[in-house]
């Protein structure tokens, strides 16, 4: 695991000193034998009452069983790329229209996102469910769910942008100002970029959590991983060893999210090469570096 240097972690907290870094050695070898000890319980009284068995887990290798996860496997990848591809360009907008000047633009962005960020998602699935049905407002399974979703995370992705956008200089703005560029110009050309490009292992981080999300698919019975592992266990009766499979599934592809994730703040975070000094000389003045002669004819 990468470590901060010491003088970065000034600024989070003061240096440990020889007494605390014993005490943070001791406390970390009791909380791993607590938890091996736990473990090793758990795993003790699941083979006691034989759900270790072979013949438990068998089953869940067969081909028809493997079948039966991959549709709701796949129905929760198509339930996060919808999600995603509304939720990300609304986000963004949003964070664009909460950083306006103009209060006819600001302050509805500012209802939006801070409504959609405290009502909890399964409410506004019920809304789905329940109450929008009665006006006659009634759309498909996958839209139940894909719809609170896209609201609650287009405001949760509104507020990451938002938060690169005021991370750049002033001067940024300023420059693109006094280039002539109009302030629309500027954001689209010149802030958005970079912001986006700061706050893409948020934007990944979010992505996961939108993945995770989908399994509240199980209240609308639209057919992602979780409500199929929920009917599969109705059937075999196999209960800890149907959520086991699924959890690694889970594991598997939100752990490839996070990889991912993790690859883009390392370049993110690594330094940008300065220009050889020869080619900025050149850049900024052309006849500088040109011979003698031919500077003077």
Request: with cysteine.
């Amino acid at each position: 695991m990468k470590t901060l240097p010491s003088h970065q972690l000034a600024y989070l907290y003061d240096n440990p000193g020889p007494l605390a870094r014993r005490r943070a050695m001791v406390w970390s070898i009791v909380s791993v034998v607590v938890i091996a000890c736990v473990a090793v319980a758990g795993l003790w009284q699941l083979d006691e009452s034989e759900q270790l068995d072979s013949d438990r887990w068998t089953p869940l290798l067969s081909p028809d069983i493997a079948e039966y996860l991959f549709v709701g496997l796949r129905g929760t990848l198509v339930a996060a790329a919808v999600v995603a591809a509304f939720s990300l360009p609304l986000g963004v907008l949003l964070a664009v229209a909460r950083t306006s000047h103009s209060a006819l633009v600001r302050v509805p962005a500012i209802i939006f996102i801070e409504l959609f960020r405290t009502v909890p998602v399964l409410l506004l699935i019920y809304v789905m469910l329940f109450a929008l049905p009665t006006y006659g407002i009634n759309p498909g399974v996958l839209w139940k769910l894909a719809i609170p979703l896209v609201l609650a995370n287009s405001a949760a992705i509104a507020e990451i942008v938002r938060a690169g956008i005021l991370s750049l200089p002033r001067g940024q703005t300023e420059a693109g100002l006094s280039l002539g560029m109009r302030r629309s110009q500027v954001v689209r050309s010149v802030v958005l970029p970079q912001s986006l490009r700061n706050v893409t292992p948020s934007l990944v981080s979010q992505l996961v959590s939108l993945l995770k999300d989908t399994s509240l698919g199980y209240v609308v019975a639209f057919t992602e991983l979780l409500y199929r592992a929920q009917v599969l266990t109705s059937y075999n009766r196999l209960l800890i060893q149907t959520y086991v499979v699924v959890t690694l599934v889970y594991l598997i592809v939100n752990g490839s999210l996070s990889l991912l994730a993790a690859r883009l703040r390392a370049r993110t975070d690594a330094p940008v090469p300065l220009p050889a000094l020869a080619t900025t000389t050149s850049a900024v003045t052309p006849g500088a570096l040109a011979p003698e002669g031919a500077r003077h004819g």
